[in-house]
């Protein structure tokens, strides 16, 4: 079957410190692998995505490689700001288009100045 | 930039009672979708719906539930006789559909109480 493992939280990191945040997967064939983060009183915005084995998503400084040999998409982000503060989750979409998206539990970052 | 918009955003209701959550995809997507995060818990899927019906559910979408595209904009989740545990927060989500590794959009949600 299909599921998403993260790490548990919540996680309090000092400003300019290092981030990540685990995920592994499970899934049939070849999935789609996302990032998704919440503001306080806001919807799921994507952060960052990869599609196949080998490719790395980025924006806004967070990067996750996906990694079919460890069945892993990793979050990470060399140097956190306040305005980083949010929970943060892993999804994966199962091969094909138009598939429902299987979430991890959520992790909730605070950054402190 | 477009954007998946939910009303309301906080609903209260007493149990056994009716309830509709209202969303508005993108304009240019096919495939639409309801997801429900219970507090504390995973978000989890509940519906999704192309070309005006049901192509996937979950076991936790039963016949208290239905989803229709009254008209080209809205789409809406009913609940029929609503139950405690139905309190969460329901997120509405859009996407193109046809492409590989599409993203899905999602709206800010719709916090339901159940009384």
């Known amino acids: 079957g299909n599921s998403v493992t993260q790490m548990e939280g919540p996680v309090t990191l000092s400003e300019e410190a290092f981030l990540t945040i685990n995920c592994t997967y499970t899934?049939?064939?070849?999935?789609?692998l996302f990032w998704y983060v919440q503001y306080p009183g806001e919807g799921l915005q994507l952060l960052l995505k990869?599609?196949?084995?080998?490719d790395k998503g980025s924006n806004k400084g967070f990067e996750a490689t996906y990694r079919k040999e460890t069945t892993s998409f990793h979050l990470e982000k060399g140097s956190v700001q306040v305005s980083d503060s949010a929970v943060y989750f892993c999804a994966l979409s199962p091969s094909g288009a138009g598939n429902q998206f299987y979430f991890g539990t959520g992790t909730s970052l605070t950054v402190i100045p | 930039e477009p954007e998946v918009t939910q009303t309301p955003s906080h609903q209260v209701t007493q149990m056994g009672q009716e309830v509709i959550l209202r969303c508005v995809p993108i304009?240019?997507?096919?495939?639409f979708y309801w997801y429900r995060q219970i507090l504390g818990q995973k978000v989890e899927f509940l519906v999704s719906?192309?070309?005006?019906?049901?192509?996937?559910k979950s076991e936790i979408f039963d016949d208290q539930f239905s989803v229709e595209r009254p008209d080209g904009s809205n789409f809406t989740l009913k609940i029929r006789s609503t139950k405690l545990e139905d309190s969460a927060m329901y997120f509405c989500a859009s996407s193109h559909g046809t492409r590989w590794g599409d993203e899905q959009f999602f709206g800010p949600g719709t916090r339901l109480t159940v009384l």
């Open positions: 304009s240019n997507h096919l495939y």
């Open positions: 990869a599609t196949k084995a080998d």
């Open positions: 899934a049939t064939g070849y999935p789609s």
């Open positions: 719906f192309y070309n005006n019906e049901i192509s996937e």
